[in-house]
């Protein structure tokens, strides 16, 4: 974990209300979603929005006990390999003896950091992955031919608004709604499906635009907000907007 300050660790385990002997209780993602009992709902399901990156880490979790396998094996047999997605992988193992992978830099100077990894929350975010393979995502996505991995009905209900976001995840002017996995919104008269992420030295977006046939994906390997500003030049670009 990158500090900046001394006590920034300590800090960090107040935030979350969690003291060490917590954390090195947690081996399996059962662990995670049973350590969830102690968290109070804001609300009564269903009746409210705020993020959690880590519910998908739950998620994961049922995967695991509905199908009997492991989510990396989930996640490889139904999407990775049926998509021809062979640059991706949750594995940093396959990743670090590869001979083309980006490296991370934080900072103004660029400093070089750790490569990031977290196997066991990995359902949050930790799956790396190529331009030429979030490509072939994009289009799984936009393609409404029928697919094995997910039915077009599925596709499209994932796409539609579940509820408003609150006021602070609004882009700029625009309202912004959450479907199942995607947030929604207007852009210039069209609408937008995206989703981006990032942690230290990490930036990612993927952006779909249904009724025009495109998805555009951009990736950092450093700290900035730039990502947003290229995908928007990209679709202005490709739209004549």
């Keep these: 974990m990158y500090s900046d300050t001394p006590t920034e660790w300590d800090e960090a385990l107040a935030y979350y209300r969690l003291v060490e002997d917590e954390l090195t209780s947690i081996h399996t993602r059962e662990d995670i979603t049973r350590w969830f009992r102690k968290v109070k709902l804001e609300s009564p399901p269903g009746h409210d929005w705020n993020y959690c990156t880590d519910a998908y880490v739950i998620l994961g979790d049922l995967i695991e006990k509905v199908t009997g396998e492991s989510w990396e ?3 490889q047999n139904q999407f990775l390999t049926p998509l021809q997605m062979t640059r991706t992988t949750t594995d940093t193992n396959i990743i670090l003896t590869d001979n083309n992978y980006a490296k991370y830099y934080l900072g103004t100077d660029k400093v070089e950091t750790p490569y990031p990894t ?3 929350a990995a359902p949050i975010g930790f799956l790396y992955s190529t331009a030429t393979d ?3 995502y994009m289009s799984f996505h936009l393609n409404y031919s029928s697919s094995e991995q ?4 599925l596709k499209k209900q994932m796409q539609n608004p579940v509820c408003r976001v ?3 995840w609004d882009n700029e002017t625009n309202t912004c709604f959450y479907g199942l996995g995607w947030f ?3 852009y210039k008269g069209k609408t937008i ?3 981006g992420g990032g942690q230290m030295a990490v930036r990612a977006l993927i952006s779909l635009i249904p009724e025009e046939n495109i998805g555009v994906a951009v990736l950092l390997n450093f700290d900035s907000t730039v990502h947003r ?5 990209i679709i202005d670009i490709l739209l004549d907007l």
């Design 73 to 75: 094996t989930f996640l």
């Design 118 to 120: 977290n196997s066991l």
């Design 134 to 136: 979030l490509a072939k």
């Design 150 to 153: 997910l039915e077009n009905t």
């Design 166 to 168: 609150s006021e602070e």
């Design 184 to 186: 929604i919104e207007d």
């Design 193 to 195: 499906i995206e989703h």
């Design 229 to 233: 500003y290229i995908s928007s030049k």
